[in-house]
């Protein structure tokens, strides 16, 4: 099946710095794809969907300053958070749905970041 | 009300047992899907269905959409079978996902 992977897959970082999260599609190309984050004991909230070469959509509450999205590729999507501070510290998780491979989107592994 | 609606919250199994899981949404919808999430996190896609019913391995999903409702089947459970299982709709919103509050199985042997 279709593979996504994420890098990185964990990482601690200072309050005000910004961290770079990479989603990458390995074996199909991917139209869109979707950014989400996971609190501890709570479900998948969709923060954005990033279309190639287009602007991402935000979803309502989301700050788009503050959640850089990059959709430069039909293979890689980057979602930098900027200014990170303790309350950004969550799961995040990607998915990538592809033409081939309409309505299904496929997974990336996560990436858990603390913000300290 | 959240639009989808998952049950049980916890379910805890002996070894073998069948397990049922259940999932109904508000709105109408293009596709259902079920995905399974381990403690590490990671999230996999195990079925999308807009009707009837489809089998994998142990695992079986059924839908109807009259109902708005659709379960998720756990014949012959196994302690690997321990994880999250999350029903997500899309539809209404093109390909959005919408997600229920998730399933915490625990199969012990």
């Known amino acids: 099946g279709a593979v996504v992977s994420q890098h990185p897959s964990w990482v601690i970082c200072k309050s005000g710095t910004s961290v770079k999260i990479e989603c990458r599609s390995l074996d199909f190309q991917a139209t869109t794809m979707f950014w989400y984050r996971q609190f501890p004991k709570q479900s998948l909230m969709l923060m954005a969907t990033?279309?190639?070469?287009?602007?991402?959509?935000?979803e309502q509450g989301v700050e788009k300053d503050k959640f850089l999205i990059n959709h430069a590729s039909l293979t890689l999507s980057t979602l930098t958070v900027t200014s990170a501070h303790p309350e950004d510290s969550s799961f995040y998780i990607c998915?990538?749905?592809?033409?081939?491979?309409?309505?299904?989107?496929?997974f990336g592994p996560g990436t858990r970041l603390l913000v300290l | 009300k959240n639009e989808v609606e998952q049950s049980p919250q916890n379910l805890t199994a002996q070894e073998g047992e069948f397990i049922t899981i259940n999932c109904s949404y508000s709105v109408g919808i293009s596709a259902l899907h079920w995905l399974q999430q381990h403690p590490g996190g990671g999230i996999v896609s195990l079925f999308m269905?807009?009707?009837g019913k489809k089998k994998h391995g142990r695992l079986i999903a059924t839908i109807n959409i009259q109902e708005k409702h659709s379960s998720l089947h756990i014949t012959a459970s196994h302690p690997r079978d321990s994880a999250v299982y999350i029903c997500?709709?899309?539809?209404?919103?093109?390909?959005?996902?919408?997600f229920g509050a998730g399933t915490i199985l625990r199969v012990k042997s």
């Open positions: 990033s279309n190639e070469g287009s602007k991402a959509t935000y």
């Open positions: 997500a709709r899309g539809g209404e919103y093109g390909n959005k996902l919408v």
């Open positions: 269905l807009s009707s």
């Open positions: 998915s990538a749905e592809g033409l081939a491979v309409q309505e299904t989107q496929y």
